[in-house]
């Protein structure tokens, strides 16, 4: 059986995303923000073999939520990531405003190449039709209430997807072998 299939949270690319997002499309909210997370994140690691943010996804009743990214944009969380993201949006109330340009050189050609994937095709649509959308979702309807969306059933029946995920399930071998030596530094 293969290892649960994790990832490291990136916080600069993160508040990078959000506010990449967050000036490509107006009218940013939370919960708009965190579906288009999800897809551009599901869409990487489909593509590429890792997601952009690194955030493990919950399902909770409004679809999937990055957990730790959402905390930061509650302004929770550690303070200097909460600090970073502060410095580059505005979160007042359930919108989201950029206060400047992302930094971008946080971001491969990959990941700018999704994120504007991500606002082509889902940047007109509303909440509603975003939340609907990632109720269809695999990963989103086999995860128990409240608990951690599984990254294997991102990946779908897409025959050109099944390649990567053994690469990236095989990589998670790896890294859960290591992670003991990791932590203990």
């Known amino acids: 059986m293969t290892a649960p299939i994790r990832f490291e949270?990136?916080?600069a690319k993160f508040v990078a995303a959000v506010?990449?997002?967050?000036q490509a499309c107006r009218g940013m909210t939370k919960l708009k923000l965190c579906k288009m997370l999800y897809f551009a994140d599901k869409e990487h690691l489909v593509r590429?073999?890792?997601?952009?943010t690194g955030d493990q996804?919950?399902?909770l009743p409004h679809g999937p939520i990055p957990t730790r990214g959402l905390d930061l944009l509650k302004g929770q969380g550690y303070a200097p990531d909460v600090a970073l993201l502060e410095k580059y949006v505005a979160v007042k109330g359930m919108t989201i405003h950029p206060?400047?340009?992302?930094?971008?050189?946080?971001?491969?050609?990959s990941d700018l190449g999704v994120l504007d994937s991500v606002c082509s095709k889902y940047g007109r649509m509303t909440v509603v039709q975003l939340r609907t959308l990632s109720h269809k979702e695999r990963a989103w309807l086999e995860a128990s209430e409240n608990g951690p969306m599984d990254f294997g059933l991102f990946f779908?029946?897409?025959?050109?997807a099944v390649?990567?995920?053994?690469?990236v399930e095989a990589q998670q071998e790896s890294r859960s072998v290591i992670s003991p030596f990791h932590a203990s530094r």
């Not at 390649?163 to 690469?167: A, E, F, H, S």
């Open 57 to 59: 996804y919950y399902k």
């Open 48 to 52: 590429f073999g890792r997601p952009i």
């Open 99 to 109: 206060k400047q340009a992302p930094e971008n050189r946080v971001f491969s050609r």
């Open 9 to 11: 949270f990136r916080a």
């Open 156 to 160: 779908g029946d897409d025959p050109d």
């Open 163 to 167: 390649q990567v995920k053994k690469l």
């Open 19 to 22: 506010t990449y997002l967050a």
